[in-house]
């Protein structure tokens, strides 16, 4: 195992020999791997999708491997460019393999966007993740051309965020300029009355400090990583944790490199990215959520959980997102009522909360 970005930051830290070391190097050199990746994804080294997710997966594919896989993790764009070019970095092959957000090139993942919507997702991260597995090969691989999604997954939902002003119903979204990096949850603050503000999640600290927004739907786990509990007031939810949809993410490596793989090297690439993969990171999505809000709340912010009956206001404003998306995807000869109903028995199907 050999991420030389981490180990970048340990020599930074005089702790090189002390790394090596833990990592189980003996005094001589490491020998070269056959098969080396670079991995590029857009959040910081203390973001829990870099240390608690990407690096752990990365570790197990090189352990799994024997040493003949080595994958270096690159966070923060270091190698070069915007969080939205990231996709056609790994189509490009750039890099070999990215981590990002879909909705990052608005359009280009329509089919899997049903799993945005809301209400379609709701809070059940790990049933999410395996339907998107259960109707990727006959609904959603046409629109991943020129990669090869290793896995997909979600993050626990879009809570709502906020500056100064609470939010206890949906008047109290009325005019606000509230970030999103989707267009489907620019479509959910647009029914809401607010006005949606698109940016990638690292923009967003500076974005609330200067008062260019007045909140996010974003979820809670990346709290910690951005410091929101010193720049928000109040984090708001549903009953039971409920959300207004999500945000759709995939791990895909360039085509080209994929299909030049043995297949015992693919074999351990699909084996560590299956269906047990997909229930830790739904778990590990939830579990950074609960933490994050934890955070927030030992800061002195309010965390708000809507009645039920405030809720239901959300979902009538909301609901003709759903039908919106469904006649937007209709004219590129997509099925969207279909697809709606297919990604909720599927998600309904895999559910923990059952």
């Known amino acids: 195992m050999s991420h030389r970005w981490t180990r970048r930051l340990a020599l930074l830290a005089g702790a090189a020999a002390l790394a090596a070391s833990a990592a189980g190097f003996g005094s001589g050199p490491a020998a070269a791997a056959e098969y080396e990746f670079k991995l590029h994804h857009f959040l910081g080294p203390k973001s829990p999708a870099h240390a608690k997710m990407l690096v752990p997966w990365a570790e197990r594919i090189e352990a799994a491997s024997g040493g003949r896989i ?87 939902g879009q809570g709502i965020q906020m500056v100064d002003t609470p939010v206890e119903s949906v008047a109290d979204m009325e005019g606000k300029k509230i970030r999103i990096p989707t267009r489907t949850g620019a479509w959910v603050l647009e029914a809401l009355g607010a006005n949606p503000v698109g940016m990638p999640v690292p923009e967003l600290p500076q974005a609330l400090s200067k008062k260019v927004v007045d909140g996010a739907l974003i979820p809670w786990e990346i709290i910690p990583a951005l ?69 927030a709340t030992e800061a002195g912010n309010q965390h708000i959980v809507l009645t039920p009956e405030a809720w239901d206001g959300f979902r ?38 059952n």
């Not at 939810?237 to 949809?245: C, D, I, Q, S, V």
């Not at 937007?328 to 990604?343: N, P, R, T």
Request: aromatic share 8%.
């Open 227 to 295: 410091k929101l509990q010193d720049l928000t007031d109040y984090q708001i939810e549903g009953p039971n944790k409920a959300r207004l949809g999500t945000t759709t993410f995939q791990v895909s490596m360039n085509q080209d490199r994929w299909d030049s793989l043995p297949d015992d090297i693919k074999a351990i690439f699909e084996q560590e990215s299956g269906r047990d993969w997909l229930v830790e990171v739904g778990e590990l999505w939830r579990d950074n959520d609960d933490g994050g809000i934890k955070v």
């Open 70 to 156: 080595d994958i270096e993790v690159y966070p923060s764009m270091s190698l070069g460019g915007k969080p939205p070019e990231l996709i056609r970095q790994a189509r490009d092959g750039v890099v070999d393999i990215v981590w990002t957000v879909n909705g990052y090139t608005p359009g280009l993942f329509p089919r899997t966007e049903v799993f945005e919507l809301p209400f379609v997702h709701t809070n059940d991260t790990v049933a999410t993740n395996l339907a998107m597995a259960d109707l990727y090969d006959d609904h959603l691989a046409e629109e991943y051309q020129g990669v090869h999604p290793l896995f997909l997954h979600v993050h626990a």
């Open 316 to 353: 009538e404003k909301t609901e003709p997102v759903v039908q919106r998306w469904i006649d937007e995807v209709g004219g590129k000869g997509i099925d969207g009522a279909a697809l709606v109903e297919q990604a909720r028995e599927a998600i309904s199907k895999n559910s923990t909360m």
